[in-house]
Nanobody
Framework: QVQLRESGGGSVQAGGSLRLACEVA????????LGWWRQAPGKGREGVAT???????DYTDSAKGRFTISKDNAKNTLYLQMNSLKPEDTGTYYC?????????????????????WGKGTLVTISS
């Protein structure tokens, strides 16, 4: 079992920025796919962004141009820089990791196939 712990959530006004971090208790260079998913109140979990071992990134349409996923292998930490935040970005943000999953598929299918999950960090955007 791999432990993941998110941090950096909070409440900001629309147009603001937040940076989420996810500490992974494992060498993240050994994990094929890392990413962020979110769940708004009353809705299902949806993908935000993923990053593969080779650094290739992928985003859903809602995140493109506003969010940036990155990782620091030396710190075993995954990040999500979120800019130009909107009220519809409100939700609980989860990081997840997998050694084998088809990363884009997991991104588009709500994280299906991801092996390890954090407990989430709440992001609230006010208008």
């Amino acid at each position: 079992q791999v432990q993941l712990r998110e941090s950096g959530g909070g409440s900001v006004q629309a147009g603001g920025s937040l940076r989420l971090a996810c500490e992974v208790a494992k060498d993240i260079d050994s994990l094929h796919c890392l990413g962020w998913w979110r769940q708004a109140p009353g809705k299902g979990r949806e993908g935000v962004a993923t990053i593969r071992t080779d650094g290739t990134t992928d985003y859903t349409d809602s995140a493109k141009g506003r969010f940036t996923i990155s990782k620091d292998n030396a710190k075993n930490t995954l990040y999500l820089q979120m800019n130009s935040l909107k009220p519809e970005d409100t939700g609980t943000y989860y990081c997840a990791a997998s050694g084998y999953v088809y990363c884009r598929g997991a991104l588009l299918r709500g994280g299906s196939g991801m092996d390890y999950w954090g407990k989430g960090t709440l992001v609230t955007i006010s208008s």
